[in-house]
């Protein structure tokens, strides 16, 4: 409760599940917020707004706006750094009839695990490296057996979920935020909405999606029913790419200049934000709020969990995925280290030999990759299995002018034929062709063809994993 001697002034939010705004008067105005006051909290509320998504956030607002919850967290960050979960939960008991039937979501009451996201600040507080957790994941849930990951909520609340990812990841979770994602809506809704793009069309009945291939500019409800929607061939996989253009899009659109020099504009924004977020420890977050005062854009990665099994039978019959055990370990010890998950381990020795067909090593191959397809984030993750695999790839993943290339091709120029055959044979089933250019260039097709798991000379007990995929907040945003 608010202390009745302090006096009513400024942005209030109410006590709804959805941020309500109310301006009250009496005190006198506060001396504007510098520039990067501003955008340090509007990189905070937009990180937190999507919780399914990511997260973080203050602004006009005391800790007492943020609601908390017992999540069992007892250990506190050893240094700078920082590991939280966040989770993003589907409550709909606090909905009216009219708002299930217009969200597609039914009529049943509770809450439901709908998406787990592993966030690390790092120890100099200049990056956000974000893990999405698939919900699919076959897990150990303790005291409960096998299952898959979202279930630890349902069976155990909070606590039990961070007892399952901390077992699965070995890692100490310094901070628990829990998100309403059905508040995103109007998340979405305070920035006028978002920009995505699909390489493909989406019709689900389930959400009311109806999207053609391309890029769309999506509101509350239809960015909610495009981050939830499982009704493309990967089903989660292909959902966790799109939560990830969704946040993007969100900070992008947060870190605009029409939001940050807009003061009402930026309060319903955060303020709509903090209404949908609960916290342990019951800090309010300021702590959080200091340590990304300097997180820029391009600093906020994502990655993927490296996976061995994406169609995984589980003594149910349900399918289920399972990671990658070895390759998921180093990258929770990368974090764990406060490293890079997308450069190699310090212990990592090169892993790959040339093709027997392919004279040039691959160490010794330039390339460039080009991604010539809507498709968002093939390019950085092509580029980073190449260069795991051995190539040189030194500029960042670009695009093509056309985007409806069907297959992957690998194009050189005369005097590198030898070269490309060994590119050629890192990416199974892509095309070669010869053209009037200078060096190599991998074009990236609808196909989606992935690099060969580089050959290890090392024992199987000492098979180095295969390095994460990761790409920026910035690779993810859709261009109008």
């Known amino acids: 409760m608010r202390d009745p001697s302090e006096e009513d002034a400024g942005v209030h939010v109410g006590g709804d599940a959805y941020g309500g705004v109310r301006l009250a008067p009496g005190r006198p105005r506060r001396p504007r917020k510098s520039a990067r006051a501003r955008r340090r909290n509007a990189i905070i509320a937009g990180l937190l707004s999507t919780g399914v998504l990511v997260g973080t956030g203050v602004v006009w607002a005391t800790p007492r706006t943020i609601g908390s919850v017992d999540a069992g967290v007892t250990q506190t960050a050893p240094r700078g750094a920082e590991n939280i979960l966040l989770v993003g939960v589907d409550k709909r008991d606090d909905l009216t009839r009219k708002k299930q039937n217009e969200l597609k979501l039914g009529r049943e009451s509770g809450q439901r695990t709908d998406t787990m996201m592993l966030i690390h600040l790092s120890e100099d507080h200049s990056k956000v490296t974000v893990v999405s957790l698939p919900r699919d994941t076959w897990t150990t849930i303790p005291g ?164 061995d099994d994406v169609d995984f039978k589980t003594p149910t019959g349900e399918s289920a995925v399972l990671w990658d055990k070895a390759a998921a370990r180093d990258l929770f010890r990368s974090i764990e280290a406060d490293r890079d998950p997308g450069e190699p381990t310090p212990s990592a020795k090169p892993s790959a030999k040339p093709s027997a067909k392919a004279s040039v090593p691959p160490q010794q191959i330039s390339l460039k990759v080009l991604n010539g397809t809507l498709i968002s984030g093939i390019g950085a993750r092509t580029r980073t299995a190449l260069i795991a695999y051995g190539f040189k790839v030194p500029d960042t993943a670009g695009n093509t002018t056309r985007k409806d290339h ?38 990236l097709g609808r196909d989606q063809l992935k690099v060969a798991k580089p050959k290890s000379t090392a024992k199987p007990s000492a098979k180095p994993s295969a390095t994460p995929v990761t790409e920026t907040a910035t690779q993810n945003i859709c261009k109008k």
């Open 144 to 307: 409960k057996g096998e299952h898959k990951i979202n279930s630890a909520y349902q069976f155990g609340g909070p606590k039990l979920a961070l007892q399952t990812v901390r077992q699965a990841t070995g890692l100490e979770i310094h901070r628990y935020i829990e998100v309403n994602v059905l508040g995103f809506v109007d998340v979405v809704d305070s920035l006028g909405g978002v920009t995505v793009c699909t390489p493909v069309p989406i019709n689900d009945p389930k959400t009311g999606l109806n999207l053609a291939a391309g890029t769309h500019e999506l509101k509350g409800a239809q960015a909610l029913g495009y981050a939830r929607t499982r009704a493309t061939a990967r089903s989660d996989l292909d959902r966790i790419d799109r939560q990830q253009q969704v946040i993007s899009a969100l900070l992008d659109r947060a870190l605009s200049a029409g939001t940050l020099a807009n003061p009402a504009k930026l309060a319903t924004f955060v303020n709509t934000t903090l209404g949908t977020i609960k916290v342990d420890p019951d800090d309010g977050l300021l702590g959080l709020a200091t340590q990304l005062r300097d997180v820029k854009l391009d600093n906020v990665q994502f990655v993927d969990v490296p996976l």
């Open 406 to 443: 069907e297959k992957t091709v690998v194009r050189h120029g005369a005097d590198q034929a030898e070269a490309a055959r060994t590119v050629a044979a890192a990416i199974p089933g892509a095309e070669l062709r010869q053209v009037d250019i200078k060096g190599i260039e991998v074009i």
